[in-house]
Structure formats: structure tokens, C-alpha cells
């Protein structure tokens, strides 16, 4: 159990604590509860295939990309960039 608690804890210092400067307690719950909304839903999972946990499943390929935008999100603070089609 040491192991997977070890690598979470690495993961989150690389993706996140390394890159901003945690101003208090309440600041760093802030910028965790943001980073576990990202990486329970957006992140891409190696066992499903790149895919994130919530993608049902392969999107569909695109041949004109005119007709499809793309929505970038910023989280937090600009630090990871998640992407979602546009309707």
C-alpha cells in the first residue's frame, strides 16, 4: 500500500506543487480539490487506452476540422490545459 500512496503523493508533487507556491492551508486545499477534479475525470488513463475515466469511448475522428472547435479550460491557474469538443 506504502507504494501506491508514494507514487500518488509523487504525481501530485510533479503535476502541481512544483509548478505553484501554496500560500496557506486553505490555499492548498483549493488547488488539491481542483487537481482531484481533473484527475478523477479529465486525465488520460494508460489501462483504458489514453482515454480519461469518464470517456465512454474512442471519439469519433474528425476529417473536417472546421466543423468542430475545440474548448480549452484552464485549471488551476493555467498550470494543466484539459480540452472538450464544442457543440
Same mark, same amino acid.
Given at each position: 500500500m506504502n507504494t501506491h500512496c508514494e507514487r500518488v503523493i509523487g504525481t501530485i508533487r510533479r503535476e502541481v506543487l512544483d509548478h505553484i507556491l501554496i500560500t496557506g492551508e486553505s490555499h492548498a486545499r483549493q488547488v488539491l480539490k481542483t487537481y482531484e477534479a %481533473?484527475?478523477?475525470? %479529465?486525465? =488520460?488513463? /494508460? $489501462?483504458?487506452? /489514453?482515454? =480519461? =475515466? #469518464? $470517456?465512454? #469511448?474512442? *471519439? $469519433? *475522428?474528425? %476529417?473536417?476540422?472546421?466543423?468542430?472547435?475545440?474548448?480549452?479550460?484552464?485549471? *488551476?491557474g493555467g498550470l494543466i490545459n484539459e480540452y472538450r469538443h464544442t457543440a
Open positions: %481533473h484527475y478523477n475525470r %479529465h486525465r =488520460p488513463r /494508460q $489501462a483504458r487506452d /489514453q482515454l =480519461p =475515466p #469518464e $470517456a465512454r #469511448e474512442d *471519439p $469519433a *475522428p474528425v %476529417h473536417d476540422l472546421d466543423t468542430r472547435r475545440l474548448l480549452r479550460t484552464r485549471i *488551476p
